[in-house]
Structure formats: structure tokens, C-alpha cells
């Protein structure tokens, strides 16, 4: 059985959750944004995933997914003296 769409969009949430917990030491500050757009997204895949175009909103979730990575891999390689790790300032 192959992933549906909403549990792509459930772990590209929870791994962008992640990064941002490690990045930030302790819980995002739009954190609580993130999971009430992750969950709103997992509600409007999951009525899409039932429909035609279920390939394009398929491949849309893998492509969220792939964006959470991207984002997240930095937060867990950099070493904490580097600046890719602090939060600017302006």
C-alpha cells in the first residue's frame, strides 16, 4: 500500500517541526502556525487525494516533503558555533 497524500503532508510538517525545534532549542516561534497549516493541508489533501487529479496533489505533497528536507538538513549538520544556525535579526 503506497503513502496517500496526507501522510507525505504529515511528515514534511513534522520534519519542518523538527528542524525548527533544533534550530531555534525549544519550540518554534511559529511552531504553532506550522502544525494548524500542516493539519489544515492534511484536511484539504485528503478530500483531493479521493479525486482525478490525485497524481498532481501526490506529486505536490513528495514536493512539500522535499522542501522540509531541504530546509531541515542545515539544522542538524551545522555545528552550533556556525551562523547558518542563528536567527537573524534585522
Known amino acids: 500500500m ?7 503532508v504529515l511528515a514534511a510538517g513534522s520534519t519542518a517541526l523538527a528542524g525548527g525545534y533544533r ?3 525549544g519550540w518554534p516561534k511559529n511552531g504553532t502556525k506550522g502544525v ?3 493539519l489544515a493541508l492534511v484536511v484539504v489533501f485528503s478530500f483531493l487525494g479521493q479525486t482525478k487529479i490525485k497524481p498532481i496533489v501526490s506529486g505536490f505533497a513528495w514536493l512539500l516533503l522535499l522542501a522540509a528536507i531541504i530546509v531541515t538538513v542545515p539544522a542538524f549538520t551545522a555545528k552550533p558555533t556556525d551562523n ?3 536567527t537573524r535579526t534585522r
Open 2 to 8: 503506497a503513502l496517500g497524500p496526507e501522510a507525505i
Open 23 to 25: 534550530r531555534e532549542n
Open 36 to 38: 494548524l497549516g500542516t
Open 84 to 86: 547558518r544556525t542563528k
